[in-house]
T-cell receptor
Framework: NAGVTQTPKFQVLKTGQSMTLQCAQD?????MSWYRQDPGMGLRLIHY???????DQGEVPNGYNVSRSTTEDFPLRLLSAAPSQTSVYFC???????????FGSGTRLTVV | GIQVEQSPPDLILQEGANSTLRCNFS?????LQWFHQNPWGQLINLFY???GTKQNGRLSATTVATERYSLLYISSSQTTDSGVYFC??????????FGQGTRLTINP
């Protein structure tokens, strides 16, 4: 039982490049979400999904796309990276209707 | 939207000391969580505590929902308690709204 797995752990991008941050969970959780963590600002919600085929925007969705084709996977796409997207990204999952959240170990992204 | 404020922003203590971390929130909530982020960045769920008091070993938490605050108590601190402590409230559909965190440093 691996929990929530995020890849890669570190990534450096040039401005304008695209990439996908991967998130996979093996707990059959319905709810998955992406947060970004910036210094002094806590974590902010980017996008979330309440089940396969359903996604919605969080607090800071601009510049990011998501899809949820399976229960297990919830990738986050940066179409054209900007320096303002330099951050640590966390994926989380939770069984629907519960208060138990499992976070991945994070992806540290630097955009130069 | 709902605002979550934590205090103090930083706290430095000697091993063995006790500490109290505070979380204020701007609106009524049905769900409040405390998390610990260790120095390696991993986030661990400590408590789900919408009201009342819970204890887990040296840690305990109290939420007074009517007065819109929650407290996290750490007794007999150990160096492994170091890290950042976040409180978060749920704002619909299991969306977490985090405070800015309290960075706790426990010196040996």
């Amino acid at each position: 039982n691996a929990g929530v797995t995020q890849t890669p752990k570190f990534q450096v991008l040039k401005t304008g490049q695209s990439m996908t941050l991967q998130c996979a969970q093996d707990m059959n959780h319905e709810y998955m979400s992406w947060y970004r963590q910036d210094p002094g600002m806590g974590l902010r919600l980017i996008h979330y999904s309440v089940g396969a085929g359903i996604t919605d925007q969080g607090e800071v969705p601009n510049g990011y796309n998501v899809s949820r084709s399976t229960t297990e996977d919830f990738p986050l796409r940066l179409l054209s990276a900007a320096p303002s997207q330099t951050s640590v990204y966390f994926c989380a999952s939770s069984p629907s209707g519960t208060q138990s959240y499992t976070f991945g170990s994070g992806t540290r992204l630097t955009v130069v | 939207g709902i605002q979550v404020e934590q205090s103090p922003p930083d706290l430095i203590l000697q091993e063995g000391a006790n500490s109290t971390l505070r979380c204020n929130f701007s609106d009524s909530v049905n769900n409040l969580q405390w998390f610990h982020q260790n120095p390696w960045g991993q986030l661990i769920n400590l408590f789900y505590i919408p009201s009342g008091t819970k204890q887990n070993g040296r840690l305990s938490a109290t939420t007074v929902a009517t007065e819109r605050y929650s407290l996290l108590y750490i007794s007999s601190s150990q160096t492994t308690d170091s890290g950042v402590y976040f409180c978060a409230v749920v704002s619909g559909a299991q969306k977490l709204v985090f405070g800015q965190g309290t960075r706790l440093t426990i010196n040996p």
